[in-house]
């Protein structure tokens, strides 16, 4: 088994990204991205092998953020924890990007637990679909899927609304 501090060093930047892909905010990021290891130092001797030493950090990042939003008391639907910074538009354009936002969150909400995980990673975290993959240990192809399957889910969700 390595060390801590090599484990550390190996994987502090892909548990950092996965988790800025959730909060989409550096300092929050950062913040947790601590804390995950904390918890990894406390819980190594749980650690099987099972999966790879990324997926288990991964997770344990995922239980430190469920757990921030819970501490924070915000809703963990991704609109209300987003901080997009926005290119100088107009109050109308901002308005009707930020409501196109929410619509798209909130039909997200139909989805099951992993697609919308999927599918947040990919069009908040622009991450590939080899790296879902990893993070949820799950194949590329399984990612690729999930993620179609999503989109085809949210399209219905949008033409039932239309209705």
């Known amino acids: ?30 913040e947790l991205t601590q804390e ?17 030493m990324s997926v288990w950090l991964c997770q344990i990042a995922k239980y430190t953020w469920y757990d921030y ?6 809703e963990t639907n991704l609109c209300n924890l987003l901080n997009i910074e926005q290119e ?7 308005i009707v990007s930020k409501d196109e936002k929410i619509k798209l969150y909130k039909k997200m909400q139909s989805l099951d637990e992993k697609t919308r995980e999927v599918v ?7 991450l590939s679909f080899k790296e879902i993959g990893v993070i949820l240990n ?3 192809n399984w990612a690729r899927l999930t993620f179609y399957r999503g989109k085809i889910k949210l399209k219905e969700v949008d033409k039932n609304e239309r209705k």
Do not use: P
């Open 1 to 30: 088994m390595q060390n801590m501090e090599q484990i550390y060093k190996e994987y502090f930047e892909i548990v950092n990204k996965y988790l800025f892909c959730l909060t989409h905010n550096d300092d929050i990021s950062e």
């Open 36 to 52: 995950t290891f904390c918890r990894a130092v406390e819980k190594i001797d749980t650690y099987r092998g099972d999966c790879k």
């Open 69 to 74: 939003c819970r501490r924070h008391k915000r």
């Open 88 to 94: 100088e538009n107009t109050l109308e354009e901002e």
């Open 120 to 126: 947040y990673l990919r069009i908040t975290g622009e």
């Open 138 to 140: 799950k194949t590329e």
